[in-house]
Structure formats: C-alpha cells, structure tokens
Nanobody, 121 residues
Framework: QVQLVESGGGLVQPGGSLRLSCAAS????????MAWYRQGPGRERELVAQ???????NYADSVKGRFTISRSNAESTVYLQMNSLKPEDTAVYYC???????????????WGQGTQVTVFS
C-alpha cells in the first residue's frame, strides 16, 4: 500500500514562515499531481497549491506570491513553503497526491493525515 506522512505544521506569528513536508512511500509506480489543500474553521476544504508532473504550478489567489510548492529530486516528497503568513491562513493542511500503484490499472488520489497551522498574534 501507500503512506503519506506530513510534517512541519505549528504555531507562528503573522508575517512568519513555515515549511510543510509530505513524504510518499510504498508500492508507487508513478506520481502524477501533488497538491496541498487546507480546511479552516467552519470552511470547506480548498486547494492551496498544485504541482503537476510536468512542473506546472497552480496557486489559490489568496496565497500567490507568499506560498511556494515544490518537490524533492526523488519526486516522492512535496513541500509547501509558506511565507508572510496571515491569521486567515490558519487551517489544517492536507497533502494530496495522485499516483499509480504497482498492480493497479488506474491512478487515484491519496491524502495525508493533515497538519495544523495556526497563525496568531
């Protein structure tokens, strides 16, 4: 099977930075799109940033210029560098990876366990 292990969340003051990591492991044949979503209090889960296998990135308007998504050279870990954090960035952040596993015909979405990011004054 497959595991997605997230790390890097925490408490930070406005204007601060955090770096989230999500490492994929298991019987992976191919990783396609990697992304970060978040769900704030009383809100629906929303796409924050996305990175395709071809290197194309896509960001929510609210984080453009502040957040950067990237992946490791081995391409099994996705990062989210978050700078100039604001209180409205407070949420549980989830990584999402679309990948094809050995023995499977089609790819599927897999989710990390979520990591809390709290931005407070």
């Amino acid at each position: 099977q497959v595991q997605l292990v997230e790390s890097g969340g925490g408490l930070v003051q406005p204007g601060g930075s955090l770096r989230l990591s999500c490492a994929a492991s298991g019987s992976i044949l191919k990783i396609n799109t990697m992304a970060w979503y978040r769900q704030g209090p009383g809100r629906e889960r929303e796409l924050v940033a996305q990175l395709t296998s071809g290197g194309t990135t896509n960001y929510a308007d609210s984080v453009k210029g502040r957040f950067t998504i990237s992946r490791s050279n081995a391409e099994s870990t996705v990062y989210l560098q978050m700078n100039s954090l604001k209180p409205e960035d407070t949420a549980v952040y989830y990584c999402n990876v679309h990948m094809l596993l050995h023995g499977h015909l089609f790819g599927a979405d897999y989710w990390g366990q979520g990591t809390q990011v709290t931005v407070f004054s």
